[in-house]
C-alpha cells in the first residue's frame, strides 16, 4: 500500500532515538506512527496521548521488547482505534513488540520481517513472576484480541531461552491472520538499516543502568535475541541478584576496546555484606539495525 511506502521512507530520512513515540501525517488522512526503541513503563501513557489525535494510522514497531504491561497496553489502544501495525524491514520486533504487532487491524507482514516470541516475564509488587503467571496474562490479551486457540497456545509456549521467530507459513499454520506489504516502488529496506548508528558505547551504558535497576525486561531487551534468558541473560535472574543489594551496581568507568567490545568497571554490595569491585568485557553485535549485547567476560570474579 502506498502510505506504507511513504512510511518506511519517512523512517529512512529522520533517525529515531531509542524509546522515542511520534506521529508524523501521511497521506490519506492516515499518521504513521512509529515506536522506537525499548518499551518501558510508561510508555503506553505516552502512545495514549499521542494516538488520540489520529483518526486512522499506522503503527511501525521497530522494538527489541521490554516491558510487558507497556507491550500489552499499547496493543489494547491499537486495536481499540482499530490501527494497523507493522515493521520497517530489517529491524526488529521481539517480545513485548511482538505482542504489540498483533493488535493490529491489519497486521502487516513481510519476508524480512524480525518478528519473535519470547515467554512472558513479568515483575510483580517487586518479584519476578513466572513464566506462567505472566503468560496468563498474555493469553487473557490474545483472546481479547480475537486470536484461535492455536495462535495463543504458539505465542504462550515460546521459549523462555531465545526467540522463537514467526514466519508466513508458521503464522498461516497457527491461525495469526496478516496482509502483505504492497512491494510496488522503491525499496528503503537498505537505507533502513543504517538508520541506527553502531553504537556499543550507549548500548553497554543502558545494559549495566538496566542491571543496577534490576530491570531484566530492559537488560534482557538489549541482549541477541537468541540469549535472551540464558544464563546471565535471564530476566529472572537478573531481577534476583540485582535486587538483592544494599548498594545497588555502579557503573564506575567505560572504555571502547575495538569496534565492539567495551570494558566496564563497576561496584556493588550484596545485602550479605559481599562487596564486588569488579571489570568486565562486553562484546556486542550489530544486527537488526541495533547494537546489542552479545557476550560478557568477568575479569575479576564478580
Known sequence: MRYIAAGLLFLCAFPLSAAEITRQPLENDTDLISITGVLNDGDEIAFRNLAAASRKAL??????GGDLKAGIEIGR???LRGFATATPPGTLCASACALTWLAGSPRFLQPDSNIGFHAAFRVVDGKASESGVA???VGAYLNQLGLPETA????TSAPPEGIAWLTAAK???VGITYRAIDEDGPDPASEGRKT???DPMGTVTAFY???AAADGETASALVIPEKRGKGPFNEASIQAFYGAMSQPLKLTGTALRGDDNVRVSYEYVTNDGRRCKGRADVQTTYVFGKTLVSRIKVLDGC
Do not use: G, K
Open 59 to 64: 503503527v511501525f514497531l521497530n522494538s527489541e
Open 209 to 211: 543502568s538496566a542491571l
Open 152 to 155: 495463543i497456545a504458539y505465542v
Open 135 to 137: 503468560n496468563a496474562l
Open 171 to 173: 503464522a498461516q499454520a
Open 77 to 79: 489502544d491499537i486495536r
Open 196 to 198: 541506527y548508528p553502531h
